[in-house]
């Protein structure tokens, strides 16, 4: 099968194309996993990490990709939950345990034992991969006929859906998103769908983020330094630096929380933290809470509250051969809502 594969780590400042695009052995299903044929495949920053060490790869050479949209093809013996043809998701959780605190408690995505799609085991940017069956998702039936739409909601939607929950924001609340790419306007559609009241605030580095959310119906949009008209309770953070969250933090209202949703952050500002003022950015009980990867109920969740309010992500299309181009673009900046392979 073709495949783009990460072979070693590198930067993409000074390499354009680092994956490599390859025929590889077409993946075998144990018997407790099942073959998907896959249609799509979204692109994350994560991706961006992996390439460049921050997330490092567990084996090298790897096929990244953890937003995946397919079919099944072939199942092992004991699998019982799909049958050949059905449509099926995967994001970025492989794998858990499933047996530790966190496992029992509904939080396995803090598993000591938390195997990542793409960056432990191989991924969507090919034409078929495996996972065990109990780490894929179905998906709706209003959702099916549109694989596109569907990749993003797989991780970017899931992560954001994960990132809303977290920040506790009610009808009457104020909200920021920190950056405004894949996650950020999947959860605008999201707050808007579930807080009818709430008022959303943006900061973006460039001009074109900051029109793109204000022609989705944001309330106000700016850089990262200009003062929002209101304190906010809450802020989601999914930029891959450090500034943005120390020149947000002062926006905060007291008692309110940042959201940071990222696997890796970069380093290359990271002396801007020494600029946090306590008193000012986070004193009067304020906090910075991680997301730490999805569960498989933050996808099924995400999966239906989009397929009954009827949200789809914005989508610029590549071929798989693209995956660089696509790649680039987004360490670029060169962003308009989600970037998605065909496979």
Same mark, same amino acid.
């Given at each position: 099968?073709?495949?783009?594969?990460?072979?070693?780590?590198?930067?993409?400042?000074?390499?354009?194309?680092?994956?490599?695009?390859?025929?590889?052995?077409?993946?075998?299903?144990?018997?407790?996993?099942?073959?998907?044929?896959?249609?799509?495949?979204?692109?994350?920053?994560?991706? =961006?990490?992996?390439?460049? %060490?921050?997330?490092?790869?567990?084996?090298?050479?790897?096929?990244?990709?953890? #937003?995946?949209?397919?079919?099944?093809?072939?199942?092992?013996?004991?699998?019982?939950?799909?049958?050949?043809?059905?449509?099926?998701?995967?994001?970025?959780?492989?794998?858990?345990?499933?047996?530790?605190?966190?496992?029992?408690?509904?939080?396995?995505?803090?598993?000591?034992?938390?195997?990542?799609?793409?960056?432990?085991?191989?991924?969507?940017?090919?034409?078929?991969?495996?996972?065990?069956?109990?780490?894929?998702?179905?998906?709706?039936?209003?959702?099916?006929?549109?694989?596109?739409?569907?990749?993003?909601?797989?991780?970017?939607?899931?992560? %954001?859906?994960?990132?809303?929950?977290?920040?506790?924001?009610?009808?009457?609340?104020?909200?920021?998103?920190?950056?405004?790419?894949?996650?950020?306007?999947?959860?605008?559609?999201?707050?808007?769908?579930?807080?009818?009241?709430?008022?959303?605030?943006?900061?973006?580095?460039?001009?074109?983020?900051?029109?793109?959310?204000?022609?989705?119906?944001?309330? %106000?949009?700016?850089?990262?330094?200009?003062?929002?008209?209101?304190?906010?309770? &809450?802020?989601?953070?999914?930029?891959?630096?450090?500034?943005?969250?120390?020149?947000?933090?002062?926006?905060?209202?007291?008692?309110?929380?940042?959201?940071?949703?990222?696997?890796?952050?970069?380093?290359?500002?990271?002396?801007?933290?020494?600029?946090?003022?306590?008193?000012?950015?986070?004193?009067?009980?304020?906090?910075?809470?991680?997301?730490?990867?999805?569960?498989?109920?933050? =996808?099924?969740?995400?999966?239906?509250?989009?397929?009954? &309010?009827?949200?789809?992500?914005?989508?610029?299309?590549?071929?798989? #051969?693209?995956?660089?181009?696509?790649?680039?673009?987004?360490?670029?900046?060169?962003?308009?809502?989600?970037?998605?392979?065909?496979?």
């Amino acid at each position: 099968m073709k495949a783009m594969l990460i072979k070693r780590i590198t930067s993409l400042s000074e390499d354009k194309d680092p994956l490599i695009f390859e025929d590889v052995p077409l993946p075998f299903p144990a018997e407790d996993e099942i073959l998907i044929k896959v249609s799509a495949c979204g692109v994350c920053h994560t991706e =961006i990490d992996e390439i460049e %060490g921050r997330a490092k790869p567990s084996i090298l050479p790897i096929i990244p990709g953890h #937003q995946v949209i397919g079919s099944v093809v072939e199942k092992g013996k004991s699998v019982e939950k799909f049958k050949t043809g059905d449509v099926v998701g995967v994001g970025w959780i492989y794998s858990s345990c499933g047996k530790c605190e966190f496992c029992l408690s509904g939080l396995e995505n803090l598993c000591p034992d938390f195997k990542a799609t793409g960056l432990d085991a191989n991924g969507g940017y090919a034409e078929f991969m495996k996972i065990n069956y109990k780490f894929a998702t179905a998906i709706p039936e209003e959702l099916k006929n549109d694989v596109v739409s569907i990749a993003p909601l797989l991780c970017a939607g899931a992560i %954001g859906y994960r990132s809303l929950s977290l920040t506790g924001v009610s009808n009457e609340s104020k909200l920021g998103l920190s950056g405004f790419g894949g996650s950020a306007h999947l959860v605008l559609k999201m707050a808007k769908y579930k807080f009818p009241g709430v008022k959303i605030y943006v900061f973006a580095r460039g001009e074109n983020e900051r029109n793109f959310s204000l022609e989705l119906g944001v309330d %106000g949009a700016g850089n990262f330094n200009e003062t929002p008209p209101e304190k906010l309770d &809450a802020i989601i953070d999914t930029t891959p630096v450090w500034r943005p969250v120390v020149e947000t933090l002062k926006y905060l209202k007291p008692g309110g929380r940042l959201i940071i949703n990222a696997i890796r952050k970069e380093e290359i500002d990271k002396e801007t933290l020494l600029e946090l003022d306590y008193s000012e950015d986070l004193w009067k009980e304020k906090e910075i809470k991680s997301v730490a990867n999805v569960t498989r109920n933050d =996808i099924e969740k995400c999966l239906q509250l989009c397929a009954e &309010a009827k949200i789809k992500p914005e989508t610029q299309v590549f071929s798989l #051969q693209e995956a660089n181009k696509a790649l680039g673009e987004l360490k670029e900046g060169k962003i308009r809502g989600s970037k998605v392979l065909i496979i």
